[in-house]
């Protein structure tokens, strides 16, 4: 049962130009939204998140946007950098439950010179 | 300046053996977690410990054995290892319990049984 979808195993993206990752939820409980870069033989690392009472937040290059009747999430990243080039992964948790953290199966991002 | 550290990074075993990973952090957390990352990519959450208590335990077999002896390390014991125990095992801490805290991952441990 995927409560967290990340439909795009992979992405390449020119360098300079915006990154688009888009992540699927089912679960109407989750209300607290996080991405995660990993690099290979690294653990994953925190990148942003939101929480469902916005729709954006934003940190440098790095936008999350919410649409909760949608129940999606994406990442952007504007303007790409080689050094993006990574795994990226939408993980959601319920509000006020426990800290578990239910991950999407990741997307690839490869960003070419 | 390794925040959350595991050990070892790799381990080759054979079906049956009992094995463990390790896991320390040194960022001051009260909770930690064990992630398992299976051949289909997916991240899922074993165990929780919150200041040496189990807060999370997943449908997880009986042979996978969580040990806290202190909040700053959290090992993994397995016991009669299978072949479908293959996967990468990942370490993380968070400041508290409940709340928005950020999870800081170690950098994973490849168990391989042959």
């Known amino acids: 049962d995927q409560q967290v979808k990340q439909n795009s195993p992979s992405l390449s993206v020119q360098e300079g130009r915006i990154s688009i990752l888009n992540c699927d939820y089912t679960?109407?409980?989750?209300?607290?939204f996080l991405w995660y870069k990993k690099y290979p033989a690294e653990g994953p690392t925190f990148l942003i998140s939101?929480?469902?009472?916005?729709d954006k937040n934003e940190d440098g290059r790095f936008t999350v946007f919410l649409n909760k009747s949608a129940k999606h999430l994406s990442l952007h990243i504007v303007p790409s950098q080689p050094g993006d080039s990574a795994v990226y992964f939408c993980?959601?948790?319920?509000?006020?439950?426990?800290?578990?953290?239910?991950f999407g199966k990741g997307t690839k991002l490869t960003v070419n010179p | 300046d390794t925040a959350v550290s595991q050990t070892p990074k790799y381990l080759v075993t054979q079906m049956g053996n009992d094995k463990s990973i390790k896991c320390e952090q040194n960022?001051?957390?009260?909770?930690m977690y064990w992630y398992k990352q299976d051949s289909k990519k997916f991240l899922k959450i074993m165990f929780s410990?919150?200041?040496?208590?189990?807060?999370i335990n997943e449908t997880v077999p009986n042979r996978f054995s969580p040990k806290s002896p202190d909040k700053a390390h959290l090992n993994l014991h397995i016991n009669s290892l299978e072949l479908g125990d293959s996967a990468v095992y990942f370490c993380?801490?968070?400041?508290?319990?409940?709340?928005?805290?950020?999870?800081?991952f170690g950098p994973g441990t490849r168990l391989t049984v042959l």
């Open positions: 410990y919150n200041n040496k208590e189990l807060i």
């Open positions: 993980a959601a948790r319920v509000e006020g439950g426990s800290e578990k953290l239910v």
């Open positions: 960022l001051g957390h009260d909770t």
């Open positions: 679960n109407s409980m989750f209300d607290y």
């Open positions: 993380a801490s968070s400041p508290i319990a409940g709340g928005r805290n950020t999870q800081y």
């Open positions: 939101i929480s469902s009472i916005k």
